[in-house]
């Protein structure tokens, strides 16, 4: 059986792709922010897994007003990067797991989610910062990445509920894949950001990071927090967090079961307050001191 080996959650600012691409990573604006990530980068080749489940939204690239699904779940065999408005950045496209995707969705759409199944788009920064972070400068991406996209751009958007109870989900369809692979969750976006309106510019350390603090030891009761929380205090931009309670839904609800391996954040990266945590989860079978005694 697959099983969920990690959890990583990171906010996604172009800004820190375009710094990576333009071979800025040094400059005293960028280097805190890339120190960030250093312990991520040897994690993450230490554990690298055979697929990773990626959750982030599209920034009007694959999808627009022309079409806003809430939930799309990529089960494609590969994917574009999508080109922002300054041609596609310089990393290797994204090869997908059609086999497991499909898996996935049987489970999922069987256990009364919705979703829109796309076998082509182009990806964003949204995917992309992610994986520049956690890898660096790459040739070909190390693993699989399965694409999902929450539609976190244009309301109605889906409450922090629905998306902590799709990655329970997630978790059941994950582990009942019939081969051994070994998967990763990604949650992406956030933290507090505002681009536009009168309030541009916000930042909520405070808030930013109670949610943290609240991810890991109470993921059931941050989902409750309604979107008109998200919105005032993090910034219209900062309602993206709600993808992050995918990821750590998928995550073992077993007392202990999860460790935190990492816990990183830092203000400003171009008017975005950067939070980025690693979870390990050690699945049942696995769970430290079980059976023992
Ligand atoms: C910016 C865009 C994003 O999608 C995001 O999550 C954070 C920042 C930006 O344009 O600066
Ligand atoms: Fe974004």
Redesign the pocket.
Known sequence: HATITGAVFT?????IGAALDHGKTEEPYWQPVFEGYAYSKTWERENVPDVIFLVY?D?ASAFDQSMIPTFVLGTGASYPIADEGYGPRPVPGIEGDPDLAAHIAHSLIRDDFDLTLVNEMAVD??LTVPLSLMFGDVEKWPCKVIPFHVNVVQYPVPSGARCFKLGQALRKAIESYDRPLKVHVWGT??MS?Q?QGPRAGLINREWDNAFLDRLIADPAGLAEVPHLEYVEEAGS?GI?LVMWLIARGALSDVDGAVEVKHRFYHVPA???AVGHLILENHPRAEAPAEGEN
Do not use: D, K, M
Not at 11 to 15: D, N
């Open positions: 906010s996604h600012v172009p800004a939204n920034h920064h949204g976006g956030g950001h681009l931009e993206e171009s008017n975005t």
